[in-house]
């Protein structure tokens, strides 16, 4: 019963495209999209809780199968990335030309290159460990197993940084999340996982958000169709190119973005269920 219900939801990707902004759509006065904002985010947390009780039904799952659970996080032997907050250019170089050139358009990489914290792009198997100015911290590593970037976010300040959230961007052009909004107090650290189920991709960069910083409050990524992170129009086909097409594209409509970050995350945690199940039989 419970894997009918995953695989049900699952199925059920294409519902965030009910939400999605619509291109033409006649404007609506001020109170009716502050009405259909508060609504967005009420389905988008109701949907985030759901995949999560459907992932903690798939650990259990394999834990019944005797599988145990999944082994992620850092892999050992794989150096770390202590790219400053000023940026680096330690591995800008290799993807302005050569290597993994072709992922993405020339604006899509120049575009995640440039993001907030100047950050370089790295290596698909290496592991981030990186102090940003605003005082957070983030670690972070891809697990190719779930197809799932693994990590934690900390406070290194003595003030409570609130909203904070983070996106990784894949030199395919893709963003993923960002994830849940959350108030971190002084010292406190809190988990990150970011789902790249079915990306192809060879390097990424990742940058943790604190408040409604420039672009990212209402009307930035909040705004569904409003300035996007990095200038362009989120509802315009900028944005729909910037953020892919098809199923795996993340929603517009930024209150279903933590949801559907989740539920990427359940798809590959799924397929590496199914793959292990199928290692076992053979």
């Given at each position: 019963?419970k894997?009918t219900r995953?695989?049900?939801i699952v199925l059920?990707?294409a519902?965030?495209?009910l939400?999605e902004?619509v ?14 904002a ?10 985030y ?9 798939l650990?259990?799952l ?7 659970a999944?082994?992620?996080g ?7 990335s202590h790219?400053?907050a ?8 290799r ?8 992922h993405?358009s020339?604006?899509q990489r120049e575009r ?19 102090l940003f ?7 972070l590593?891809?697990?190719p197993?779930t197809q ?28 993923l999340g960002?994830?849940k909004?959350?108030d971190?107090?002084?010292?406190q650290t809190a988990p990150?996982e970011?789902g790249?189920?079915?990306?192809e ?9 604190v408040g409604?910083e ?5 009307g ?10 990095h200038?362009?129009r989120?509802?315009g086909s ?5 953020h ?11 209150s279903?973005r933590?949801?559907?970050n989740q ?10 269920f199914?793959?292990a199940?199928?290692a076992?039989?053979?």
């Open positions: 019963m894997i995953i695989g049900l059920g990707v519902w965030f495209g939400y902004s291109d033409g759509q006649p404007a609506v006065a001020p109170s009716v999209e502050e009405q259909q508060v609504q967005a985010s009420a389905d988008g947390d109701m949907f809780d759901l995949v999560r009780q459907l992932r903690a039904e650990r259990e394999r834990l019944a199968a005797g599988l145990g999944y082994v992620a850092p892999r050992a032997g794989r150096p770390d790219a400053g000023e940026g680096s250019g330690e591995h800008r170089g993807r302005e030309g050569g290597e993994g050139a072709g993405g020339r604006e995640a290159r440039g993001n907030e914290e100047g950050s370089a792009y790295l290596p698909k198997m290496a592991r981030q460990n990186q100015r605003n005082g957070t911290r983030l670690v590593q891809f697990d197993t799932v970037f693994v990590g934690s976010v900390t406070n290194t300040t003595a003030r409570t940084l609130t909203q904070v959230r983070v996106e990784v961007h894949l030199d395919n052009g893709t963003e960002p994830t909004r959350i971190l107090g002084p010292g990150v970011l790249a189920f079915g990306n991709f060879s390097a990424w960069v990742s940058h943790p958000e409604a420039e672009g990212h409050g209402v930035g990524e909040e705004g569904g169709e409003g300035v996007g992170e200038g362009g989120e509802g900028e944005g729909r190119g910037e892919g097409g098809g199923e795996d594209a993340r929603p517009r409509d930024a279903y933590p949801a559907h539920l990427q995350i359940l798809r590959g945690e799924m397929h590496a199914e793959v199940l199928a076992r039989s053979r």
